[in-house]
């Protein structure tokens, strides 16, 4: 019995050294992919630092764009609001023009009738005028042949 205790207590040990070597290979295994991890955890955290900086970065040129676009859209906002005033300015100088060209209208239509009667007057002058002088080198015409008669 004291052979079976001995054989038991050497497999057992046996056993347990086989555990051992299983168990330190499994962890030098698990070393090597921690190492690994570890390795590329540091490169993701240079990475990183990288994107933080060229994120920054970004950030600050947004930043300044949309200041710039902001300077750029209050500039606008003083130019439409002058093209608004010119618009109006416009708007009202034509309701002016229209106003004067129907008082002138108005003016033209309630003098038409004098028009017409100062038109008839100057044309029944212009014929009296031209008949008088007429006349006039009627005489004359007389006039030079009495003197031609009365010379001969």
Not at 19 to 27: E, G, K, M, Q, Y
Not at 68 to 78: G, P, R
Not at 103 to 132: A, Y
Not at 134 to 139: D, I, L
């Amino acid at each position: 019995m004291q052979i079976i205790l001995y054989l038991s207590v050497a497999l057992i040990a046996i056993a347990f050294f086989v555990l051992v070597i299983f168990l330190s290979t499994t962890l030098k295994s698990f070393q090597v992919t921690l190492t690994s991890v570890s390795k590329t955890l540091a490169g993701l955290e240079k990475q990183l630092d990288g994107v933080t900086a060229e994120t920054t970065i970004l950030l600050q040129k947004t930043n300044a764009l949309a200041d710039d676009i902001k300077k750029k859209s209050d500039s606008l906002t003083s130019v439409v609001d002058a093209v608004k005033d010119v618009g109006t300015t416009v708007t009202k100088f034509n309701g002016t023009l229209q106003n004067i060209t129907s008082t002138v209208d108005k003016q033209v239509e309630d003098s038409k009738e004098k028009i017409s009667q100062i038109v008839q007057w100057s044309n029944v002058f212009l014929e009296l005028k031209d008949k008088w002088q007429a006349r006039k080198q009627a005489k004359q015409e007389i006039s030079l042949e009495d003197k031609k008669i009365r010379a001969h």
